[in-house]
């Protein structure tokens, strides 16, 4: 009598050592919940400017802040689009840089989407003159920069660039209308004529990541 308690006891022990949870469907034990999952809904939208006056051939940029149903700034809502009610008087990039195109006054939609919730921001633009016939571009003796890295002016303008003491190329993409490259050179200043409307980028071949562009409207 006395062994059978003992042996009794023994199997009690090993049952609950070896069985310390209730089993789930697939025989394993449960474990506490998941956390709940941070996915947070788009309630609006807002933009550094609501305003924008600039002449012709000058830039602004919009910077969108997405925010949730609680009036909190989402870290990564995603990449806006940005549309130009009236294109002719201020153009609006992928990145959200608006031009001044010609002078009249239209308004720049910026727009976000998560899910299946989508929010807008108007920024009412004003556009003043007309773009001028040139430009100029300086590349100096000390850095790797066009300055400014992207011009606007109006077809049949043209484009000067000014290279210091270091050597530089102004070689454009192959685009049609595209005026013809600027061999290496320094201490010197070069122009061309754009007879084409179009966007005209290019870069310095003897400088990698040099860049800039040419609007011509």
């Known amino acids: ?55 012709a051939g000058a830039t602004a940029s919009i910077v969108v802040t997405a925010l949730d149903a609680n009036n909190k700034t989402i870290s990564s809502p995603g ?14 990039d992928a990145s959200g840089t608006i031009l001044g195109v010609s ?7 910026a727009r976000l989407t998560m899910g299946a919730v989508t929010r807008t921001a108007d920024i009412a633009v004003t556009v003043t003159g007309a773009l001028p016939s040139d430009a100029a571009v300086v590349a100096s003796s000390g850095d790797y920069i066009f300055t400014p890295s992207t011009v606007a002016v109006q077809q049949g303008g043209s484009v000067t660039w000014t290279f210091g003491g270091l050597e530089h190329t102004v070689t454009f993409a192959n685009a049609s209308g595209a005026p013809a490259n600027i061999d290496s050179g320094y201490g010197t200043a070069v122009s061309r004529t754009f007879g084409s409307t179009g966007n005209f980028s290019y870069v310095c071949t003897i400088h990698v990541g040099m860049s800039g562009k040419v609007i011509v409207r």
């Open 1 to 55: 009598m006395r062994l059978s308690r003992q042996l009794t006891a023994v199997m009690l022990l090993v049952s609950v050592s070896c069985g310390g949870g209730e089993p789930d469907d697939d025989g394993g034990t449960t474990g506490p919940p998941p956390p709940p999952g941070n996915n947070p809904t788009l309630g609006s939208i807002t933009t550094n400017v609501s305003t924008v006056n600039i002449g």
């Open 103 to 109: 002078a009249g006054a239209t308004q720049v939609t």
């Open 79 to 92: 990449t806006p689009t940005f549309t130009s009610a009236s294109p002719g008087i201020a153009e609006v």
